[in-house]
């Protein structure tokens, strides 16, 4: 590529960084074209490579509680014990499954390349023998290079969703903590201290809560902060909000039910938030619905996830870039000691 081709590159991919609703940081606009998700997801994976790296690196597969220094306390997080026991043998299963699957196909693919390589060493065999019997035909030529064309290997990564356990058990995405949680809120810390967003004293709703530890994170610097999940969830968040949130401290926090789909309860809409703040995107349709009712036009929404299926987050932003303005953040800007290229952060603001 020529200068002035490497300038225009350069010019045209900073076109697409830009700044949307009450976040500071330039991100990385997705296109709303048809073909939008789609491209994204094929950076997204092509960079950051989800499947050749551990997941969970931040979070203890073992231990009942996260220990995480955030705003100048130490955080004591509780888990589910029936849960955690779930996600980790889950994930050792998945994580087994893969490596023998992983381990067969390079096998597979060694003995194809071998046969491949014998097919060459007859064929040229072949070709030496009918240049010396000219005139005769071998009908089998054909068909072996035919064969040799179609004799290719792509060794493929499988991702298997941690969060629907096989045997048709609920999943334990909000009874235990994922890396996206973990992620999302040492990124909201270090954009506050980095003055790239403003939480103190705005209003902030949290969808799908699980443990805590993004909402507790946002009431220590300066937010008035809902925490929501499903009914049988919110046990285990009003404990460690209890444990986590005792004596002064800049904001303030609320447990409250939400499903999402379904009708929001007034304290949540009115007055409209000024941030949400989710860390999954499953659930798409309903989350979308949930969004559509809870967002104004000065709401931003800061949504991460974890890299585990591309199919489901292809299908949210292809659904949500309808209606919103969807924005990756660049992991340059994440907290430099918690970054994972298994999560993924976007900012959404309403069209």
Known sequence: ??????????????????????????????????????????????????????????VSQSSLQLRLDACGRSLSILQSPCSLSRR???????QNVLDLMRKDLQEMKAIVENMIEVSKRINESHNKFTKMSKGVSFESDEKLLECQEKSSIEILDFVVDEDKPSDGTPGVTGAVLWDS??????????????????LRGKKVVELGSGCGL?????ALLGAEVILTDLPDRLRLLKKNIETNLDGDFRGSAAVNELI???ELDTKLIEPLPDYDV????????DLLATLRELCGTQTTVILAGELRND????????????EFIVGRVDQ???HPDYCSPRVVIYVLVKR
């Not at 199919?311 to 870039?321: D, T």
């Open 1 to 58: 590529m020529g200068g002035d081709e490497e300038i225009a590159a350069a010019e045209e991919e900073e076109e697409k960084m830009v700044k949307i609703g009450a976040y500071g940081g330039r991100v990385r606009m997705v296109s709303s074209l048809e073909d939008g998700a789609a491209e994204e997801m094929l950076l997204l994976w092509g960079i950051q490579q989800p499947t050749l790296s551990k997941p969970n690196t931040f």
């Open 311 to 322: 199919s489901v987050l292809e299908y949210f932003l292809e659904s949500a870039s309808k």
């Open 278 to 285: 989710i860390y999954s995107e499953g659930a798409v349709m």
């Open 332 to 334: 340059g800007q994440w």
């Open 181 to 198: 949680g973990v992620v999302l809120g040492k990124f909201v810390e270090h954009a506050v201290e980095s003055g790239m967003m403003v």
């Open 260 to 262: 999402w789909g379904e």
């Open 214 to 218: 993004v909402g507790c994170i946002a």
């Open 88 to 94: 980790s043998s889950a994930m050792g299963l998945t």
